[in-house]
């Protein structure tokens, strides 16, 4: 212990003078006194400062809270705060978080601005994002394609409600997941393609976990005239002309249901007995009009094909003199009759 009595002794004599039989602290200790504290206090201001400017994405993230395991779908609680400096989040593609809202209570008359009161409100989905997905998936349905939509789950057999229009309710209808093979497009009497459009008008709630959301979706073929009907392994189209009574567009009620496992939406396949109305005819411009009164998207087949990068596969126009169809399908507004 000699040596640090030694080394303080030292270093006593080195800091101090003698002035009149007594050791006075020198001038530079004096100095170096007072700069190690003021360099420590810059050192924990520079440190502190250095802990608030760190990026957003450098802290821990906040938690979600768990999913409602007792429903289809739950309402989201809490929602992280994206960081400035990250991509926008993706939409959700878990049917869980997503919310069917009613639109009661919004709709109102364009022309006399009353409220519209249905038997039982449309549903759109929430968020609005979800519906691009929707269009995606619909769009490799139109045409023969290797991306087309196939069910994870074979031979499931779902019972629905049928909305053949927004808020009318019919009875139980039977329907079934499928990979389309079928592809159809309509054509005027001058033998022009018909550019036809597609508005989902309401979703509904399955029940069923693998397939949990049902939507419907007009197709719409303004003053169609003829059916042209192409499916894989037939050598050749079928035709089928149309007659349209009391109405200027023949419109047909298809159905997407979103496949919980692939996370795409798939076609469906009516069961027999048929729904009632599943084709039948409407008034012109009438999609455009929902469309606008729902705030729902409204699609063209050419937009879909285009945005996707799929090609059209039938012909713009065709000659309807060299048609040789297999029969009549007679649409009116309460439904459609088959006639050869």
């Known amino acids: 212990m000699a040596w640090i009595r030694w080394f303080f ?123 691009e997905g929707l269009a995606r998936d619909l769009a490799h349905t139109l045409v023969p394609n290797p991306d087309v939509p196939a069910p994870s789950v074979e031979d499931k057999v779902l019972s629905v409600p049928w909305f053949w229009a927004p808020g009318m309710e019919a009875p139980t209808i039977r329907l079934a997941p499928e990979r389309r093979s079928v592809f159809e497009i309509g054509y005027d009497a001058q033998g022009k393609r018909i550019d036809a459009l597609y508005l989902p008008y309401t979703a509904i709630a399955t029940g069923d976990p693998d397939f949990p959301v049902l939507v419907y979706v007009y197709e719409d073929r303004p003053q169609a005239a003829w059916t042209r009907n192409r499916q894989e392994g037939r050598e050749e189209d079928l035709w089928v002309r149309i007659q349209l009574q009391g109405g200027e567009v023949r419109r047909s009620v298809a159905g997407v249901v ?39 998207p409204l699609w063209r087949r050419s937009e879909l094909l285009a945005r996707f990068g799929l090609e059209e596969i039938f012909p713009e126009t065709i000659n309807p003199s060299t048609v040789k169809p297999i029969g009549t399908l007679i649409i009116r507004p309460e439904g459609s009759e088959a006639r050869r």
Not at 91 to 106: A, F, H, I, S
């Open 258 to 296: 979103y496949d919980a496992k692939a996370r795409r939406w798939v076609r469906i396949a009516y069961k027999l007995p048929l729904p009632p109305r599943d084709i039948h005819a409407a008034p012109a411009s009438s999609a455009e009009d929902l469309a606008k009164l729902f705030g729902l």
């Open 9 to 131: 002794k030292e270093l006593w004599w080195y800091l101090t003078y003698e002035h009149y039989g007594r050791r006075r602290l020198r001038p530079a200790t004096w100095g170096l006194l007072f700069t190690l504290p003021l360099l420590a206090a810059f050192y924990l201001l520079a440190l502190w400062l250095g802990q608030q400017a760190a990026l957003p994405g450098e802290r821990p993230a906040p938690t979600l809270p768990p999913l409602t395991k007792t429903a289809i779908f739950a309402a989201v609680t809490a929602t992280a705060q994206a960081p400035t400096r990250t991509p926008a989040p993706r939409c959700p593609e878990d049917p869980r978080l997503w919310q069917l809202v009613p639109l009661e209570g919004t709709l109102r008359d364009p022309k006399t601005g009353q409220p519209i009161r249905l038997p039982k409100p449309p549903q759109r989905i929430e968020p609005a994002c979800v519906y």
